[in-house]
């Protein structure tokens, strides 16, 4: 298993991470297979999206603020209650598919660590399976 950690500068941050991820997989010398993209926090997700537009991202942090606001009288008593709940909705874990020694991806596409409780360093866990 490979252990990345990652920055955040605040607290909703979407970190394009398709690049440290590729050069994992890259230098396993694996060429074809899966790779498995973990993350193990409680409001800290992983999401693949458009990474060619930055206002993609921004229009998702918008939409999810809207959908589950920072305070809404929740009961959780950390103040972040908010963050765990967008966590639920984004998902922990991706899998992407390996071949040629290349993560496949949409031309577009891009692998984002969403944190939602930052400024953090987070960990990401990278798991690759050859076949």
Same mark, same amino acid.
Request: hydrophobic fraction near 35%; proline fraction near 4%; aromatic fraction near 6%.
């Given at each position: 298993?490979?252990? %990345?950690? /990652?920055?955040? !500068?605040?607290?909703?941050?979407?970190?394009?991470?398709?690049? +440290?991820? +590729?050069?994992?997989?890259?230098?396993?010398?694996?060429?074809?297979?899966? /790779?498995? #993209? &973990?993350?193990? !926090?409680? =409001?800290?997700? #992983?999401? #693949?999206?458009?990474?060619?537009?930055?206002?993609?991202?921004?229009? /998702?942090?918008?939409? %999810?603020?809207? %959908?589950?606001? &920072?305070?809404?009288? &929740?009961? !959780?008593?950390?103040?972040?209650?908010?963050?765990? $709940?967008?966590?639920?909705? $984004?998902?922990?874990?991706?899998?992407? #598919?390996?071949?040629?020694?290349? %993560?496949?991806?949409? =031309?577009?596409?891009? /692998?984002?660590?969403?944190?939602?409780?930052?400024?953090?360093?987070?960990?990401? &866990?990278?798991?690759? $399976?050859?076949?």
């Amino acid at each position: 298993m490979i252990k %990345l950690s /990652i920055p955040t !500068h605040r607290r909703i941050d979407f970190v394009d991470i398709t690049s +440290q991820v +590729q050069r994992e997989v890259a230098s396993s010398g694996v060429n074809e297979g899966t /790779i498995m #993209i &973990y993350v193990p !926090h409680t =409001t800290c997700g #992983i999401t #693949i999206n458009e990474s060619a537009d930055p206002h993609v991202a921004e229009d /998702i942090r918008m939409q %999810l603020a809207k %959908l589950v606001p &920072y305070e809404a009288g &929740y009961r !959780h008593m950390e103040g972040n209650a908010d963050s765990h $709940i967008k966590v639920s909705m $984004i998902g922990t874990s991706e899998t992407v #598919i390996i071949e040629g020694g290349r %993560l496949v991806l949409g =031309t577009w596409q891009g /692998i984002f660590l969403c944190d939602f409780d930052g400024p953090r360093t987070r960990k990401v &866990y990278l798991k690759i $399976i050859e076949g």
